[in-house]
Every structure is written in C-alpha cells, then in structure tokens.
C-alpha cells in the first residue's frame, strides 16, 4: 500500500515538473475583436540565425488566424530579401503597417521569432519562443501583445512545439473575440 502511495505521488510530481518546465506564456488581456473584419498579417522579425524562421511564424499563424475564424486575412507581399532572411528590422514593418492602411485594414498582426531551434545535447530537445502583437491598424494602438517560449521532447519538430504555442497566443489574443 506504501509503496503504491508512493508510486502515485512520484508519477504525480512528475507529470507537474515536466508541464511546467515546457512552456511559458504570457499575453495581455483579449480584447475585444472582429473577426469579420479585414486583417493582415505583416512579416515577423527573425531574431535568430535560423533561415527562415520568420516566414515559418508568419504561415502557422495565418493558418491559426484563419482556423479560429478571421474570414478577412491579407497577407503582406513579400520581396525577394525575404526569402532567405526576412526583415531586417522594425523599419520594414513600419512600412508594411503603412500598406496595411492603405489596404484599409482594420487589425494588423505582427510577429518575432526569438528561439527556432535544437537544443544541443544528448536529446536535442526542439525549442520555439515567439511574439504576436495585434494593432489597430489606424491608431496605431498596440490591442494586445503576447510573448511565449515552448520546449517539446526530443522526438518532437520545432515546428510542432512551435505550431503548440502560436495556437495557445492566438487562442488567448482571440478570446473575447466575436
């Protein structure tokens, strides 16, 4: 009997240092969105040497975007420098929230990429951590801003752990959304 209750609270202890070691997560409180209105979805910054890490936030977001019932999502047209690097700074997405007015959006979504990679080390595990801010594309007005970081066991893509925490930011930035 000991030792199954002791079995028991090992498998408990577990399970809750393994939860909590994998993810952090913090957003701002949703506010309240439209759904049905017109959103675009502006290139991310890449703050890491991965290639591309960018253009994979970009994609599983729009994806979880339109999933999650944005009927309107305009996608920002990419330049050939975008490809392998994406943006180099906050300077291209200032003019990209200059053409998402001129597209007459009402929520612009921008993005960056902090981690996109396997940690070194016997298991390798995959680690994303990512940004999502919404903006009121005519004020300007920052509507909400997420941050978050997610590691996955080492059998496991960075883009599946990623694609985990992308679904939990726009989960909660859509939460009060109609």
């Known amino acids: 009997m000991k ?15 393994g939860l909590g070691a994998c993810a952090t997560l913090d957003a701002g409180r949703a506010p309240e969105l439209d759904k049905s209105a017109r959103w675009v979805l502006l290139p991310a910054v890449n703050n890491t040497e991965t290639v591309q890490a960018a253009a994979r936030l970009e994609a599983i977001t729009a ?44 929520y612009a979504v921008i993005g960056s990429v902090q981690e996109w990679r396997y940690k070194t080390g016997l298991d390798g595990e995959p680690a994303a951590g990512v940004a999502l801010t919404i903006i009121d594309v005519g004020s300007g007005q920052v509507l909400w801003t997420g941050t978050g970081a997610r590691t996955g066991w080492s059998r496991e893509a960075v883009a599946a752990v990623a694609q985990k925490l992308i679904a939990s930011l726009v989960h909660d930035a859509l939460g009060n959304a109609k």
Do not use: I
């Not at 030792?3 to 240092?17: D, F, I, K, M, P």
């Not at 339109?66 to 300077?91: C, F, I, M, N």
């Open 3 to 17: 030792y199954a209750q002791g079995l028991q609270r090992l498998l408990v202890l577990v399970l809750v240092a």
């Open 63 to 106: 994806s979880l975007l339109r999933s999650q019932g944005v009927k309107e999502l305009l996608l920002y047209p990419a330049t050939a420098a975008d490809d392998l690097l994406g943006p180099a700074d906050r300077r291209a997405q200032e003019a990209a929230l200059a053409w998402a007015r001129s597209q007459n959006a009402r």
